[in-house]
């Protein structure tokens, strides 16, 4: 009894025990011919995180028996950690009756290492070895994607290994699919390729055009984004791998990097001039000025530190919203232009937003290609709008031309309306005031002829005026000759004061003149070369000879030679020496002239002196005696 009891525990604890295993199992994924294609998700792959990157295959199966993979909990499996190999177990059916031939693919054409291990029939395994560290063309299927065979018919347990490495994070998107259902989709898939990079291409011939006939900056600029645009989504895609570089997978690793920069830095570039920015919002175009200079630091740092910066293209959202929150901005404001950039860019921040959830792993449905290729529908989308948004500023500006062509049109029949009108009444004016100047004029015509008359009269006059002007004149000159004779007679004959002498000699000009008459009155000849030609020297009436240069004053070797006070009143004094015969005392003499007794004194020692050696000569000399002195001293 007791044995019986203890079968039947020991029966109900197996039977426990091989339910729990089958609850808790990993999930077959069947094949079926109905069913073309099959992504992985949830419990249906298994994981497990090797931190040392160093476990071989042989290690992961150990440690797969003894259960150290886990059921995936997400959608698709993620790589969080770039130092980590990540190992994943798959499970799939076996069906010897299958007609179609099977494959893996798996969607992130940018992991660095994958390695295959698939089942043979003897129950070991082979390894194939995929990755974009890889050349393109070691590739067994020609196609963007990663893509290995399976053998859903070999009569292995049908558990496949999958071993990733890469740089950075990833979605393990991995799917089932027959051959033949790859090479429709593929087909489809690159014709979808061809229609989106014929777009881009026509967008910017479009913009090309527009550049040519329109002449804005703000075309180049949209034109070398979609050029970047169409690049990066060429490395993201694989299709640059493929058709481009295919034997340079170094590159390959950071060129979408250096395309999603240069969209980035011209996609800024394109707002701040399709928004007029400069005007329409200052301080919003100096902040993406500034977002501009940290993306071109955050780019140089990237080339030259770590190019595994480039997996945070996360950075992009910053400029993005700018540019976003830029055309909202100004939208608000009245731009008009600003209102199919806004839409394109809430496309193009959708599918931003759906791909960093994706890569972030805080996507809560399964990745289709729908959600893979979002962004790239965003991107059309977004150009689509763009385009519209630039048609619709060129139909703007169309029509504010027009409005201003219409107002000018306007203003000018309004212009012409008032030059007719003024015109008229000009012409009113003009006649009204012919009429008053005809017969002004004949007015004055009859004045003119009474005038000329008047004229012909007062002519007769003014030529008899100007004969008795002429010879009164005559009269004048005779007179004024008559009138300074007598007065030099008057003066030189009579005892006169200084300021009467004055008015003959009132300045050092007029004695200077009288001394040079005096001096050269027999011509002039250089005392030193006995030259008689000359120039003028620097002091008034000195002379210089023209050939030895000598330059003799009008006072040199007379008896005013060195002579310190006034020379009019030097003449004064000698007139008065001569006339008192030497008589007047230097006392008499220092209060006429104003000057020191003892020069005085010393100048009419000097002029006794002459007077006393010259006496028969000047005796009977007249009125001419004391310019005698002066004479018969240059000669002494």
């Known amino acids: ?28 994924v069947p094949v079926n011919d109905k069913v073309q294609q099959h992504i992985f998700e949830y419990n249906q792959v298994y994981c497990f995180e090797d931190t040392t990157g160093n476990i071989n295959f042989n290690q992961v199966r150990a440690l797969a028996m003894i259960g150290s993979f886990k059921a995936n909990k997400q959608p698709t499996p993620v790589t969080q950690n770039p130092h980590s190999a990540y190992w994943y177990r798959l499970k799939i059916g076996k069906n010897f009756n299958t007609k179609n031939s099977w494959m893996l693919e798996f969607f992130d054409q940018t992991i660095d290492s994958i390695t295959v291990y698939s089942p043979g029939i003897q129950n070991d395994y082979h390894a194939t ?87 804005q900056v703000q075309y180049l600029y949209y034109i070398a984004y979609n050029l970047s645009i169409g690049l990066y989504e060429m490395c993201a895609d694989g299709i640059a791998y493929q058709y481009i570089w295919p034997n340079y997978p170094t590159w390959n690793q950071y060129a979408y990097g250096i395309a999603l920069f240069a969209a980035c830095i011209f996609a800024v570039l394109f707002t701040q001039s399709l928004l007029n920015l400069k005007v329409n919002a200052p301080r919003l175009n100096k902040a993406i000025g500034w977002v501009i200079i940290l993306r071109c630091l955050f780019f140089v740092g990237c080339i030259t530190i770590n190019n595994n910066w480039f997996n945070y293209k996360i950075i992009e959202f910053l400029p993005l919203s700018l540019a976003f929150y830029a055309g909202c901005y100004t939208l608000l404001r009245g731009y008009k232009p600003a209102r199919f950039f806004v839409i394109g860019y809430s496309f193009l921040l959708i599918g931003f937003i759906i791909k960093s959830c994706i890569a972030l792993n805080i996507w809560w449905l399964p990745v289709t290609e729908l959600d893979y290729y979002s ?55 003009v006649q009204e005031r012919t009429k008053e100047l005809v017969e002004k004029s004949s007015m004055i015509a009859e004045q003119n002829e009474e005038l000329k008359l008047v004229n012909d009269l007062l002519q007769q006059q003014a030529e008899e005026i100007s004969r008795m002007n002429v010879l009164l004149e005559k009269d004048n000159i005779i007179l004024h000759n008559d009138i300074e004779k007598v007065t030099h007679d008057r003066v030189m004959s009579a005892e006169v004061d200084f300021e009467e002498f004055s008015k003959i000699y009132p300045d050092r000009e007029t004695c200077f003149k009288f001394l040079a008459d ?47 006070i006034p020379i009019n009143k030097a003449f004064y004094m000698i007139f008065l020496m001569y006339s008192t015969k030497g008589k007047i005392s230097s006392h008499k003499l220092s209060d006429i002239l104003s000057i020191r007794q003892s020069t005085c004194w010393a100048y009419s020692s000097r002029i006794k002196k002459v007077m006393d050696s010259k006496k028969k000569e000047i005796r009977n000399a007249g009125n001419k005696g004391w310019s005698k002195l002066v004479i018969d001293s240059i000669e002494n």
């Open 1 to 28: 009894m007791f044995k019986s009891l203890l079968r039947f525990l020991l029966s109900v604890i197996a039977f426990l025990g091989c339910s729990a295993l089958k609850i808790y199992a990993q999930t077959t």
């Open 518 to 564: 005096l001096k050269w009155e027999n011509g002039y000849a250089c005392r030193k070369c006995s030259n008689t030609h000359y120039g003028n020297g620097h002091l008034p009436y000195s002379r210089r000879c023209s050939k030895c240069g000598y330059e003799e004053s009008v006072i040199t070797y007379t008896i005013l030679q060195n002579t310190r």
């Open 129 to 215: 070895y995929l990755g974009s560290s890889h050349p393109f063309t070691a590739r067994f299927y020609q196609h963007k994607n990663l893509s290995v065979n399976v053998n859903p018919g070999t009569d292995g347990e049908g558990v496949y290994y999958v071993r990733i490495k890469s740089t950075h994070s990833v979605n393990v998107i991995i799917v089932l699919r027959s051959v033949s259902w790859f090479i429709s989709y593929a087909l489809d898939e690159y014709f979808f390729f061809g229609v989106f990079y014929g777009m881009i291409l026509v967008f910017g011939l479009y913009n090309l055009m527009m550049f040519i006939a329109m002449r």
């Open 375 to 429: 962004l790239s529908v965003c991107f059309i989308m977004e150009m689509l709008f763009i385009s519209f948004a630039i048609g619709d500023k060129v139909r703007i500006l169309k029509n504010e031309k027009d409005d201003a062509q219409q107002r000018i049109i306007m203003q000018m029949k309004q212009n012409e309306e008032l030059k007719d009108g003024l015109n008229k009444r000009l012409e009113q004016q």
